[in-house]
């Protein structure tokens, strides 16, 4: 059984204006031990699709599909249930970390604060656990006394990263962790997640704009567009779709100067979810567009070993 299960995954949001299909059908699975990248231009539905995960999505979000984490049904999940889940079984790394802690309370208190709300730890215990997060994420201990406007961008999303390892979960989610963050503190950071989850037994899935931090960190990846997946396959090795393969022009590997020096970046925007283009959703951008592409959707196929596409131009002899 896989950790995390996607099936058929559709979540739209109901606007005054009408319906935004923000992810249609997506199915992944993600097991235990490996990371999962999910790349995507902004707008692509990667952060919705996140926070359905655990169900953080605003009330006007409809969810479609089945979301199950080690084997339980995420949508149809009790509230009480829910708060059992988050943080203990999986927990969420959001970008801006400035957001996602109180600016009021302090720093160990902020992390000791899920392990005494699942009655993990007594008090004392609390404290100690947080010295050994604050230690494992490099901060030094004292730093638990600390205000959030007292530490640095990057620190700040060391203290999240500890609050997400806290009660141990099996599954990580980072939504864009390191990208409010300056180009060092993001290789530090991108380090650390790295290490964490090589040592313990954690699986994790990443969110990024950016192909590079992912193919990096990651075991394999999904390409998002317009809120479908469009590719699945290794993160080492070659893209079958030409939009990651656009995608990988735009964000070369790190050090290597051939793609850098031949960026073929991609032009226009991807598309109104409220509008979107028949036949290939990317078929209006795409540099191999065929004149079928504008009016057949394709399904993912496969591509290759261990990959798939949902392009005309693939898996055909
Ligand atoms: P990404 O994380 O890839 O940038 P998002 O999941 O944030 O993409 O957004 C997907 C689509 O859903 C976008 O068109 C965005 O404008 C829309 N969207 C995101 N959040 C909301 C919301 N709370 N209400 C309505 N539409 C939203």
Redesign the pocket.
Known sequence: MSLLELDDVSIT?Q?ATGE?P?VRGVSLTLDAGEALGIV?E???????LAMALLRLL?R?ARIEGRILLEGEDVIGMSWGRLRAVRWAEASIVFQGAQHGLNPVQRIGDQIAEPLLIHRLASPDKARRRVAELLEQVGLPTWRAKSYPHELSGGQRQRVMIAMALACEPRLIIADEPTTALDLMVQAQVLTLIRELIGSHDISLLMISHDLSVLADLCDRLAVMYAGRVVETGPASGLFAHPYSRALAAAFPTVGDPASRLAPQGLGGDPPD?TDLPTGCVFHPRCPVALDSCSTVEIDLRPAGERRTAACVLVGED
């Open positions: 949001y606007l935004l923000a995507g902004s707008g692509s539905g990667k952060s919705t605003p006007d979810p």
